[in-house]
């Protein structure tokens, strides 16, 4: 099992800025992703970032919507990964959820169905 718990969510300006933060505990895997995904009320849950490891490998992955302003990152000794975000906008507003998969492909690390467990989600509001 994992535990994923994120923080770092609240209300900013747009232009502003957050880092989410989302802290893992259990079981680590050899090969495996981490995905940060958001969904607004009335909207569906939609990929922002994440990245896969494969034999001492990261490849990271951005929404074209956040491509420039946030960046996924993790640190492994305190098995943690962050999101910072930069430049928020007002459509930025959602929840944020972690999430982690035990094994992901390329071409699934954007599909929700393919995570194993997620966290609880923090609330990023965005005003204009």
């Known amino acids: 099992q994992v535990q994923l718990v994120e923080s770092g969510g609240g209300l900013v300006q747009a232009g502003g800025s957050l880092r989410l933060s989302c802290a893992a505990s259990?079981?680590?895997?050899?090969?495996?992703?981490m995905g940060w995904f958001r969904q607004a009320p009335g909207k569906e849950r939609e990929f922002v970032a994440g990245?896969?490891?494969?034999?001492?490998?990261?490849?990271?992955y951005y929404a074209d919507s956040v491509k420039g302003r946030f960046t996924v990152s993790r640190d492994n000794a305190k098995n943690t990964v962050y999101l910072q975000m930069n430049g928020l906008k007002p459509e930025d507003t959602a929840g944020y959820y972690c999430a982690a998969a035990t094994y992901i492909d390329v071409g699934r690390i954007a599909t929700s169905g393919a995570y194993d467990y997620w966290g609880q989600g923090t609330q990023v509001t965005v005003s204009s």
């Open positions: 990245f896969r490891w494969r034999g001492g490998n990261t490849y990271y």
């Open positions: 259990g079981r680590t895997f050899s090969s495996g992703g």
